[in-house]
């Protein structure tokens, strides 16, 4: 998206616990991408057995049946507010398309807005569907939504994980939902749960608010997994492989500014490429803004631990890379 806001180290200095600066937190990023893939392997890895010291290797013909559906599926009603509609988006959903189709052809309608350079995004830009105030393309100032000028539309880092979102699982999800935390949304984390909700947890309580909606919303085929991982080498992402499943996914660090604080400060979309022993990643920062990438589990490793640790103000450690997720096997 074309923009004309700052980095988000600027925003993390606001104390206010607003949307603007939660998603400013959740999205913050040094201006790396992930390198290509290499294509290593196309056999099924499944998670690790308890007693194993590498992942379980699963034949094709384990892997799980396809959901099927016969209703018509409802669109995201942001995409209202698109400045042009592809009809090979629209397709993808009605046809009940994998998650990665109708992912590509969400960034690839998104594609002509892109920022032109990685210093231009600004986190606060989303869509806005909500019956109150302004709906479109808005951005959060000092707590309040505020219309962008006619002809932008800026997509900040938690708005395009949204924009995910809604087009794969929850059609109605508004930013606010991400932004809601209370006991139940802290529940489903389970002993990974933050103490409170303050603004350097919005991306974990955000996903899990994404959790909490799909099974509410029966989105699901079963109830969503959370997976929480360290990884240090390129099996600790083994969990990620398993087919058929949809992570919603925040990545965080340890600040090496303000000692004990961990940050939740990324967002992204993770899923297994079909047929082969890699990833898909919908992500919504670095030098091409809202993109679905193809990467091997350790370009991964190198992304979450080198790019999403570069932060100039909080000095992340990237020894201390988590990822935290909720493993989704959807309706849609």
């Known amino acids: ?70 209703v018509a599926l409802e669109l995201p009603r942001s995409w209202d507010h698109y400045p042009e509609l592809p009809a090979s988006l629209t397709a993808a959903v009605r046809g009940h ?33 909500a019956a109150d105030g ?10 309040r939504p505020i219309a962008q000028d006619p002809g932008e539309y800026q997509l900040g880092c938690a708005g395009g994980f949204l924009e995910g979102v809604r087009a794969i699982l929850l059609p109605s999800l508004e930013m606010d939902d991400l932004a809601h935390c209370d006991d139940a949304v802290l529940a489903s984390l389970g002993a990974a749960a933050p103490a409170t909700c303050a603004a350097e947890n919005f991306g974990l309580h955000a996903i899990a608010a994404v959790a909490t909606a799909v099974e509410r919303n029966d989105a699901a085929v ?9 990884p240090r080498d390129v099996d600790d992402l083994a969990p990620l492989l398993r087919p058929g499943m949809v992570h919603v996914c925040t ?48 370009a991964l490793l190198t992304y979450l631990g080198s790019a999403l640790s570069t932060n100039a103000h ?19």
Request: aromatic residues 6%; glycine residues 8%; neutral net charge.
């Open 1 to 70: 998206m074309t923009v004309s806001g700052t980095a988000s180290g600027h925003a993390l200095r606001v104390a206010v616990l607003s949307i603007g600066v939660l998603c400013s937190i959740a999205c913050d990023v040094g201006d790396h991408v992930p390198p290509t893939l290499d294509d290593d392997s196309t056999g099924v890895v499944a998670p690790r057995d308890a007693g194993s010291r590498r992942p379980q290797r699963v034949a094709a013909a384990e892997r799980p049946p396809a959901v099927q559906q016969d």
């Open 97 to 129: 398309a994998r998650a990665d189709v109708v992912l590509r052809e969400l960034a690839d309608a998104l594609a002509p807005h892109r920022w032109a350079a990685v210093e231009d995004w600004d986190n606060t830009g989303f869509v806005r569907t």
């Open 134 to 143: 302004p709906r479109g393309f808005v951005v959060r100032r000092d707590g």
């Open 222 to 230: 079963a109830p969503p997994e959370f997976v929480h991982l360290e």
């Open 251 to 298: 990545a965080s660090h340890a600040s090496g500014v303000e000692l004990g604080t961990r940050y939740h400060h990324h967002m992204m979309i993770l899923m297994r490429a079909p047929g082969r022993r890699a990833l898909q990643m919908f992500d919504t920062t670095g030098f091409r803004g809202v993109a679905l990438r193809e990467l091997s589990t350790r």
């Open 314 to 332: 909080h000095h992340y450690d990237p020894d201390s890379t988590e990822l935290d997720c909720f493993a989704i096997t959807r309706r849609r």
